[in-house]
């Protein structure tokens, strides 16, 4: 697509409850990022797929948090039974295929905006 | 690994007026520094690139920043601030395994009419 994708733009659902986020990121972009922004505290990193690579997961802050990426293209974040303090504007980015040396620029979507009642 | 540290969350400017927006890296020099503009309700969107070919960058919107490694800074500058200009702001370097971008916490940046 012309962008990065992100869907749903806005979620609100009960504490305890699972949401899923959708990202569909710019067509022949190898490189998908999820990143999370909480209010004050800037942009916080979450994880990173590359091509067929094993995710860097190292930025997921708890097992409640998932992601995964279909077919190189699709990801999907996951959050099982969601707490208060996941309320917060998820980011998706994607890139072309990073060369190592932090060169690439990352397109971000709109982003899904979750309140956690 | 490699961070960036921006102070002062919320900025007020004048119309009109410069846009002077800090930015300072940790320890060794970057092989490339960002800066990245997000208006309300949409994603963040490159501002400008820094990539050691020259020290003053320019970018969109008539901003550009200047890299100083004598001040281990990278700091955004805009002559005259303009009411679109309205937005937040992040400084970002790259992260980890440098597959990553490790990004400031933002600066706010209000313009007064």
């Known amino acids: 697509g012309a962008g990065v994708s992100q869907s749903p733009s806005n979620k609100v659902t009960e504490k305890g409850k699972d949401v899923e986020l959708r990202c569909d990121p710019i067509?022949?972009?190898?490189?998908l990022y999820w990143y999370r922004q909480s209010l004050g505290q800037g942009l916080e990193f979450l994880i990173y797929?590359?091509?067929?690579?094993?995710?860097?997961k190292s930025g997921l802050p708890s097992d409640r948090f998932s992601a995964e990426r279909t077919g190189g293209s699709v990801s999907t974040l996951t959050i099982q039974r969601t707490q208060q303090e996941d309320s917060a504007v998820y980011l998706c980015?994607?890139?072309?295929?990073?060369?190592?040396?932090?060169?690439?620029?990352?397109?971000f979507g709109a982003g899904s905006r979750l309140t956690v009642l | 690994a490699q961070s960036v540290t921006q102070l002062g969350s919320h900025v007020s400017v004048s119309e009109g007026a410069l846009v002077l927006l800090r930015c300072n890296y940790s320890?060794?020099?970057?092989?490339?520094l960002f800066w990245y503009v997000q208006y309300p309700n949409q994603g963040l969107q490159l501002l400008l690139k820094?990539?050691?070919?020259?020290?003053l960058v320019k970018g969109i919107n008539g901003f550009e920043a200047e890299f100083k490694k004598s001040e281990t800074s990278f700091h955004l500058t805009k002559p005259s601030a303009h009411m679109s200009d309205a937005a937040e702001y992040f400084c970002?370097?790259?992260?980890?395994?440098?597959?990553?971008?490790?990004f400031g916490k933002g600066n706010q940046v209000v313009v007064i009419p």
């Open positions: 067509s022949g972009h190898t490189a």
């Open positions: 970002a370097v790259p992260g980890r395994g440098n597959n990553r971008l490790a």
């Open positions: 797929f590359q091509g067929n690579s094993a995710p860097d």
């Open positions: 820094y990539t050691s070919a020259a020290t």
């Open positions: 320890s060794s020099v970057p092989p490339y």
């Open positions: 980015a994607s890139s072309q295929a990073p060369s190592g040396s932090g060169a690439n620029v990352l397109t």
